[in-house]
């Protein structure tokens, strides 16, 4: 019968492998990624990290019947294989110590394969975890495969968040701005006004220009007396300039507060009618 094929192909095949080894599956791909990148370099002459994630899958299924058939070196089965740089990649790393490799520089390397290799995967093809083989560095792997999927998940979010913010606020100015007109119209008002200080301060010089009383007329003939009804008439002259020049200062800051105001007020008011149109 076909079903008892089946039945004694399968317990032929467990009896090839070693005793409390169990077959695997594509699923395990990343369950067992540090034996397959040394069985790459090894058996295959090949590293990991130059194959597209077809080749790779490809190299995984002879993997996997090689597994399943008892073929691969004891090694293999016992956990004694851990991934290191030199087995994923043809790249001589040049660190101060070129014997040894720190851990942090190996999960570096280690997440960048990772990352390749998870977005080239149809998501049916992602591993399903399973127990861990005596020995092995399987449960770390998982630990890692997990908190690296889920730190993307987060990132991924957090930028879908901050671009949706980023929209809802310019769709928002759009809307102030089609609601209480372009700023260009409070620019034109501040032009104006800035015109007619600018007409106030023509008539002021033109009236100092007027010739002085005669000092002889105005004092009887006394030369000290005239000078000092010049050096009076100056310094009134001087103070009246100086007044003017701070009340134009002072009218142009309260007509650019007032404008501010105003603009502050507008934009309220559109606030508001836009939270009573869409909440009631």
């Known amino acids: 019968m076909p079903s008892d094929r ?11 492998l070693p005793r409390g080894v169990e077959e695997i599956s594509e699923k395990d791909f990343f369950l067992k990624n540090d034996e397959f990148q040394r069985w790459l370099k090894e058996e295959k002459d090949k590293y990991f990290t130059e194959l597209s994630g077809d080749k790779a899958r490809s190299y995984f299924r002879k993997f996997v019947k090689s597994w399943n058939k008892g073929r691969l070196s004891s090694k293999y089965y016992q956990g004694a294989v851990q991934e290191t740089a030199s087995s994923s990649t043809s790249y001589k790393w040049a660190f101060a110590s070129s014997d040894r490799v720190s851990e942090k520089e190996i999960r570096g390397a280690r997440d960048a394969v990772r990352d390749a290799t998870s977005r ?10 399973g127990p861990s083989l005596p020995g092995s560095s399987a449960a770390a792997q998982s630990a890692s495969d997990k908190q690296w999927e889920r730190e993307t998940l987060e990132e991924k979010q957090e930028r879908e968040r901050r671009a949706s913010r980023k929209r809802a606020r310019m769709d928002e100015e759009d809307r102030i701005e089609d609601a209480i007109g372009p700023r260009e119209v409070g620019r034109e008002r501040l032009q ?5 200080r600018r007409e106030n301060d023509r008539s002021f010089r033109e009236k ?15 030369s000290f007396q005239a000078r000092l009804a010049q050096r009076d008439a100056a310094k009134k002259r001087f103070e009246e300039k100086r007044n003017h020049d701070r009340e134009s200062r002072e009218q142009a800051n309260r007509e650019r507060v007032d404008a501010l105001k105003q603009k502050d007020k507008a934009t309220m008011e559109m606030f508001k009618a836009l939270a009573k149109e869409r909440f009631g």
């Open 6 to 16: 089946r039945g004694r192909s399968r317990s032929n095949s467990s009896e090839r």
């Open 120 to 129: 080239s995967m149809p998501s049916s093809d992602r591993p399903v975890q």
């Open 192 to 196: 104006e006004n800035k015109r007619a």
């Open 208 to 222: 100092d220009n007027e010739p002085d009383i005669d000092a002889d007329s105005l004092m009887g003939g006394d």
